[in-house]
């Protein structure tokens, strides 16, 4: 197939396009940069000039090609609920353009919501947050409508790999070299879920193959593991302490942060495995940062 994919150069995107063109797809990566359109011309894609906030760029992208994979997001938390907005509008249009083809339209989620203290399942159906107001699934349901083949993917909050630069675990470990002391909150036996990014990769592929139209896949290759494991780990690479900080100042030491630092969110992949054949096979989130490419 011919693949638009937007957030083509960015950390999941770049592997995405690196899957596509390994696997015999051609790929329009959208691009916003000169240096955003070098990195996919030496990648082997095309390059699309635009930008998520650029609506004649995305329809011009979606008409042009079998299928499209929305990886793009704008990762700007001081301004959250505006490029939610912008994402919205970004699925919406593409969704326009694909309209009554059933050509498949791949967005992308997260599992960290869809159902905090339990463990989220696929069939489960994320609520809307207004405190968290990203509805790309939501969104991705009323395309569907149109007659195009949506489904989502569901990243873990942990997507990690070499050149994670703005995911979680960098700011974690930014947090605790600031202050000295690598923390979780508590007791810290809230757990998080966590994937490779060349898993991920590989999952969004498999996804935009399959006939799966409203599904939603776990890009989760562990289930759970807890924020306390996971500040011992940052502890041990940076050679400080590891403390527990007290729910009432949570906010004091992780400032924004603190919400997902707090939050408990195992998630299951087990359909996605069954229904895909996927099976992550790259390094363990542990694995990579007791080998240091998050401290380093």
């Known amino acids: 197939m011919r693949v638009f994919v937007t957030g083509a150069t960015g950390f999941v995107g770049t592997a995405v396009v690196q899957e596509l063109i390994n696997n015999g797809h051609q790929v329009l990566g959208l691009a916003r940069s000169d240096a955003s359109a070098q990195k ?52 919406e249009t593409i969704g326009e353009v694909l309209a009554g083809s059933n050509r498949p339209f791949i967005v992308t989620s997260g599992t960290a919501l869809v159902s905090p203290g339990t463990l989220a399942t696929e ?9 968290w107001p990203r509805a790309s699934e939501q969104t991705a349901d009323a395309v569907a409508k149109l007659g195009v083949r949506t489904s989502a993917i569901r990243l873990s909050p942990s997507v990690h790999g070499d050149d994670d630069k703005h995911g979680f675990i960098p700011i974690l470990v ?17 757990r998080w879920n966590a994937v490779h990014r060349l898993d991920a990769a590989h999952l969004y592929r498999l996804a935009l193959e399959s006939n799966a139209s409203g ?63 996927w099976q992550p096979s790259h390094s363990t989130l542990l694995t990579d940062i007791e080998n240091g490419i998050y401290t380093q």
């Not at 000039?49 to 008409?63: I, K, N, P, T, Y």
């Not at 159906?125 to 207004?130: A, D, E, G, Q, T």
């Open 40 to 91: 996919l011309i030496a990648a082997g894609a095309e390059v699309h000039h635009g930008d998520l906030e650029d609506l004649d760029s995305l329809r011009s992208g979606a008409a042009a090609v079998d299928g499209v994979i929305h990886a793009g997001f704008i990762h700007d938390f001081t301004r959250f609920a505006e490029v939610c907005k912008v994402d919205q509008t970004a699925i």
């Open 123 to 131: 069939d489960m159906i994320s609520p809307f947050n207004p405190a």
């Open 215 to 277: 599904a939603r896949f776990h890009a989760v290759a562990e289930e759970a593991i807890t924020v306390k494991t996971i500040a011992e780990a940052i502890g041990k690479q940076l050679n400080i302490p590891v403390v527990s900080i007290a729910p009432e100042v949570a906010a004091d030491h992780f400032g924004w942060f603190s919400h997902m630092a707090a939050i408990d969110c195992p998630a299951s992949s087990k359909w996605t495995q069954e229904q895909l054949h």
């Open 174 to 190: 930014n947090i605790a070299r600031e202050k000295g002391v690598s923390a979780y909150i508590g007791e810290g036996l809230n």
